[in-house]
């Protein structure tokens, strides 16, 4: 119980690697906030959080939206009097080659992947000040880090997140207050699902390790950087990968 007492803030906590998260944090003694854009889900995980005997709270939020994120922060520091703890998760992918790939394509993946990191840190980030404590944990993408064709979009938007990233440590580190970023490399989600086998067996052989991930290594890491053992550690990118970034 590395978390008693601590709030969790998980955007995109419904499921995939949110959900992993959300559920081990909760296991770590912390009460969790989650959001995203499907209700039935936010419910059925939110009810699966406070299975763990710990306090949950879930709204439905677009993470693009300026409005939608001030109003959760706001409902979540009413709910919790605080936030310790803040996992930037919601995601999304629109792959297409550069030559194809439209205006709304770009947008979409810059906003709710980058656009949203922005907001969430902007919003939360003031009650981490009032207290001296924090813990920012993005997560990014080892495509950020090394580029792929056909994800001119999710690259960019994954590489902004680290430079997001190393900034907001920098800006809050006299505050008490860490940032740092996640890069996960193939891991067994909906994200990952459509892959066909083919794909699929040529990532594999990218992959020093030999497996894919599951959702719960990347829920491990961010436990590490949400409890106390973590505390000398801000404005890194580790990735989560298998070996796949060396
Ligand atoms: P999933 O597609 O399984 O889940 C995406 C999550 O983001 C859902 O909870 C979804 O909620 C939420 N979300 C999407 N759009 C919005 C929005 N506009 N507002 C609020 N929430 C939103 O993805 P993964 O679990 O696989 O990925 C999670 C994170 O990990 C992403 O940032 C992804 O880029 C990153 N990642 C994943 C990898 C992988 O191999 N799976 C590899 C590298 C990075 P809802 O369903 O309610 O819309």
Not at 219 to 224: E, G, I, R
């Given at each position: 119980m590395k978390l008693k007492d601590k709030v969790a803030v998980v955007?995109?906590?419904n499921r995939g690697i949110g959900k992993a998260i959300a559920l081990k944090l909760a296991q770590e003694g912390a009460s969790v906030a989650i959001c995203g854009t499907n209700e039935a889900t936010l419910k059925e995980t939110a009810a699966e959080i406070e299975k763990l005997g710990v306090k949950a709270f879930q709204q439905k939020v677009d993470v693009s939206k300026v409005a939608d994120v001030e109003a959760f922060a706001k409902a979540v520091i009413e709910t919790f009097g605080k936030a310790n703890i803040l996992v930037n998760n919601a995601g999304i992918?629109?792959?297409n080659l550069l030559l194809r790939?439209?205006?709304q394509e770009w947008d979409d993946v810059l906003n709710i992947n980058l656009k949203s990191t922005f907001?969430?840190?902007k919003y939360f980030v003031k009650s981490m000040m009032k207290a001296r404590q924090g813990r920012i944990i993005n997560i990014t993408s080892i495509i950020g880090v090394r580029g792929n064709a056909g994800?001119?979009?999710y690259a960019a938007s994954k590489a902004g997140i680290i430079g997001l990233t190393k900034t907001t440590a920098r800006e809050f580190a006299s505050r008490n207050i860490t940032c740092n970023a996640i890069a996960p490399g193939f891991i067994q989600t909906d994200m990952t699902h459509a892959l066909g086998d083919q794909a699929k067996e040529a990532?594999?052989?990218e992959i020093p390790l030999g497996f894919l991930g599951e959702t719960s290594d990347i829920?491990?890491?961010?436990?590490?950087f949400a409890a106390d053992e973590s505390r000398y550690i801000t404005g890194q990118v580790i990735c989560v990968d298998g070996g796949m970034v060396i």
């Open positions: 955007t995109g906590g992918t629109r792959d790939m439209s205006e907001l969430t840190t994800q001119a979009n990532l594999l052989k829920a491990n890491t961010v436990a590490f």
